[in-house]
T-cell receptor, first 114, second 113 residues
Framework: AQSVSQHNHHVILSEAASLELGCNYS??????LFWYVQYPGQHLQLLLK??????LVKGIKGFEAEFIKSKFSFNLRKPSVQWSDTAEYFC????????????FGDGTTLTVKP | EPEVTQTPSHQVTQMGQEVILRCVPI?????FYWYRQILGQKVEFLVS????????KSEIFDDQFSVERPDGSNFTLKIRSTKLEDSAMYFC???????????FGQGTRLTVV
């Protein structure tokens, strides 16, 4: 069975600080990896995804993530956060041919102070 | 990006009542999924549906739940007799032939009172 672990439950940063959210997964086969953002009261939005190729993936809103296969990690980064980045962030993994059978991490709440 | 549409956006129902949540997937998508997110918790897989039958379901998806695609477009989740603990956000997702990426709907917030 696949599992996803997000290390940080709640992160508080000041504007312009750099962000890194940890995500580790466990799965025996080839996976697709995703980061989603959920703004307060809103639905899930896809930030970025990794299927194959360049392990450094760039997404929307200045976010990027790096897939390190040897560490089973897919950490999310942003060089300089903004107040509008305040949201819940979910890492998810799915088998590469069963996209909807995603397993989500517990989520990380990011609070950015102006 | 193509949209998966869910209706209603918010539904309030009394305990014991039946509810049907609707999802209109992207046309030509073949794989369909329902997820649930209880307030403050993570998103949990409920069920996957392909070729007009359930292909996989989680332990959450008990006999109170059912899914169908009655008219070849809408994909519905029915909860037969709602309980307070069914209050959650329910997300529909759909994927295409290769099933490599699922597109999520905006969710239906179900409140059972």
């Amino acid at each position: 069975a696949q599992s996803v672990s997000q290390h940080n439950h709640h992160v508080i940063l000041s504007e312009a600080a750099s962000l890194e959210l940890g995500c580790n997964y466990s799965y025996g086969g080839t996976v697709n990896l995703f980061w989603y953002v959920q703004y307060p009261g809103q639905h899930l939005q896809l930030l970025l995804k990794y299927f194959s190729g360049d392990p450094l993936v760039k997404g929307i809103k200045g976010f990027e993530a790096e897939f390190i296969k040897s560490k089973f990690s897919f950490n999310l980064r942003k060089p300089s956060v903004q107040w509008s980045d305040t949201a819940e962030y979910f890492c998810a993994v799915s088998p590469n041919t069963n996209a909807g059978k995603s397993t989500f991490g517990d989520g990380t709440t990011l609070t950015v102070k102006p | 990006e193509p949209e998966v549409t869910q209706t209603p956006s918010h539904q309030v129902t009394q305990m014991g009542q039946e509810v049907i949540l609707r999802c209109v997937p992207i046309s030509n998508h073949l794989y369909f999924y329902w997820y649930r997110q209880i307030l403050g918790q993570k998103v949990e897989f409920l069920v996957s549906f392909y070729n007009n039958e359930i292909s996989e379901k989680s332990e959450i998806f008990d006999d109170q739940f059912s899914v169908e695609r009655p008219d070849g477009s809408n994909f519905t989740l029915k909860i037969r007799s709602t309980k307070l603990e069914d209050s959650a956000m329910y997300f529909c997702a759909a994927a295409g032939r290769l099933n490599t990426e699922a597109f999520f709907g905006q969710g239906t917030r179900l409140t059972v009172v």
